[in-house]
């Protein structure tokens, strides 16, 4: 534990962690109003109607927290459930993006996603090794 305590982050680092009841979406899974404010339509699509809708619900939704946790900023005034979208690539591989508008606010951070569902949960990480000072961000825009 003591080399814990002596962990330090760069500055502009982050993590954010969420652990989500997979049992709690059974219901929302049908509830289209709370999908539409939460997850985009190609996310929705995405997620598909299959057996593990519920599960696959879960862990975006605790992909989100956690990068919201990771932003150090929650989810509010400063960042939407909307402005963070998450994609796969070609290999599978999940990613977690921020819309223009929401990048340039939080100094368009470098996001890595682990996400993963087994039994009655899911939980998802999300890391910013470092963000890019502001002056930068503006001189990359």
């Known amino acids: 534990m003591e080399a814990l305590s002596q962990l330090s982050l760069p500055p502009g680092a982050g993590v954010g962690i969420d652990l989500v009841q997979i049992s709690r979406f059974e219901d929302l899974q049908h509830d289209s109003r709370f999908l539409e404010r939460i997850f985009s339509e190609g996310e929705l699509a995405a997620i598909g109607s299959s057996v593990n809708r519920s599960a696959r619900l879960a862990a ?31 290999t599978g591989k999940p990613s977690i993006q921020l819309t223009e508008e929401a990048a340039a ?9 682990s996400l993963s569902h087994d039994g009655e949960y899911a939980i998802a990480i999300v890391w910013i090794p470092e963000r890019k000072s502001s002056t930068n961000s503006a001189e990359t825009k």
């Not at 150090?72 to 979208?85: A, N, Y």
């Open 60 to 90: 975006r939704w605790a992909a989100k927290e956690a990068c919201a946790k990771a932003l150090g900023c929650g989810i509010g005034d400063r960042l939407s459930w909307k402005e963070m979208q998450l994609e796969r690539d070609q």
């Open 105 to 113: 606010r939080h100094h368009h951070p470098d996001l890595h996603l």
